[in-house]
């Protein structure tokens, strides 16, 4: 496989944070946040702060039911954003060398939910009840309808890996020379599954969550999108590493060592030929757990030291499962792509936990003028770890 540079050339964006570029840029530089949503909507009787989607999504009813679904609706979301960029980039390419690769958790198990509970009360399944709606792969294929590609069309379900693994399959298909243009990205919306899922496992905090501090109780879910139009033309940002472990620890839980963690985030400067020191701002996987942030700073410390600006997201957006790697690598994009580079503050309580190793949080007004790459780390279940890193080129 050839190494030619592969870049992200547009972003559409979703998420609670709203779909505005800049808007969401000033939001993760304020410091203050009041993104998330409280409500039970999905946990009747327990009222959670979530990462819900407020701005107005479009429409489906002209769709076919079976791709009438809230995900599809956040993933129609962001790739009108980027729609004219992309008929641009395809007009001149055959429909048979342009791919979509999108990671998702959930696909339309929401909507599988309402008609489960209508069959309860009703007997039956609703009338414009398709199973295909909540199938994994549901997104792709829409996706590839709705703009009549031909390429290959799939989606990755590796929980919150997915669309951080997304980006680099959509790098190889490129490298591989099996596409000239590849739509990739994740997306997933709030369901109960996963918010009582989360629950069951007492990893959900009734607060706005706190990443690395000493009274840290769990995470937020949330929902959203972001899309990136990749390929070999030049643009602002390249995906210039990538590194991928599997450590199978536990079937949820980290390994406390950071093994698979600190092998991901070594690969990804190996692949893109840099040093720890070049790496100018850290986006951490940071889900507010007792063990995942224990052992993320672990990891931190000993790959890329003490002295790295890093802040976790998930306060601001909430952790969005199989969009998360997309949309955190979206932030990275959106840093990376300003003078004078605001970076995303990291919203805590500031009480140190003294079992965390010691990593540099992003505070207020912190910037970086001459900020030129950017890791995301995107650490899942079963233990399937990705560090990406992302280079500004113009």
């Known amino acids: 496989m050839n190494k030619a540079s592969v870049y992200l050339n547009q972003l559409g964006i979703v998420c609670a944070l709203g779909d505005q570029h800049e808007a969401i840029r000033q939001k993760l530089a304020s410091g203050n946040n009041h ?15 979530l990462g819900v989607v407020n701005t107005p999504l479009p429409e489906l009813c002209d769709y076919p039911p079976q791709e009438q679904t809230r995900t599809n609706q956040l993933l129609l979301a962001a790739m009108m954003q980027i729609r004219e960029a992309y008929e641009e980039a395809a007009s001149s390419i055959d429909p ?32 414009d009840f398709h199973y295909s709606r909540q199938e994994m792969a549901s997104p792709a294929a829409s996706l590839a309808r709705w703009l009549n590609t031909k390429g290959p069309a799939y989606v990755i379900s590796t929980a919150c890996s997915s669309s951080a693994k997304a980006l680099a ?12 243009l590849v739509i990739a990205g994740g997306v997933d919306s709030l369901c109960g599954l996963t918010v009582n899922g989360f629950s069951a496992l007492e990893s959900v905090s009734s607060k706005v969550c706190q990443p690395f501090s000493l009274s840290r109780d769990g995470i937020n879910i949330g929902e ?10 030049q643009g602002e940002v390249a995906l210039r590493g990538v590194g991928e472990t599997s450590d199978a620890h536990h079937i949820s839980a ?17 692949d893109a030929d840099l040093d720890a020191q070049d790496i100018g701002y850290l986006n951490l996987h940071g889900t507010a757990t007792p063990q995942n942030d224990k052992m993320e700073s672990l990891a931190v410390a000993q790959v890329l030291g003490s002295d790295v ?13 199989g969009a998360a790697g997309a949309i955190e690598a979206a932030i990275c994009w959106l840093t990376l792509t300003q003078e004078n580079a605001a970076l995303p503050v990291h919203l805590w309580d500031q009480q140190h936990d003294p079992s965390v190793a010691n990593i540099n949080l992003v505070k207020p007004t ?29």
Do not use: W
């Open 35 to 49: 993104s998330l949503t409280r409500t039970d909507d999905f946990s009747p009787g327990q009222t959670l702060p």
């Open 96 to 127: 048979l060398r342009i791919g979509i690769v999108l990671g998702t958790s959930t696909s339309g198990i929401g909507e599988g939910e309402k008609a489960v509970a209508y069959h309860h009360d009703q007997g039956k399944l609703p009338n």
């Open 169 to 180: 399959s959509a790098r190889r298909l490129l490298r591989m020379g099996v596409c000239d």
């Open 224 to 233: 959203g999108a972001a899309l990136f139009l990749l390929s070999h033309e």
């Open 254 to 270: 980290p390994d406390p060592e950071g093994k698979g963690a600190i092998a991901a985030m070594t690969l990804a400067l190996q």
């Open 309 to 321: 600006a890093c802040s976790s997201t998930k306060p601001y957006t909430g952790h969005t499962l």
């Open 366 to 394: 912190t910037r970086h003028k001459n900020l030129t790459h950017a890791m995301s780390n995107s650490f899942a279940f079963g233990g399937n770890n990705i560090a990406l890193i992302l280079e500004r080129t113009a």
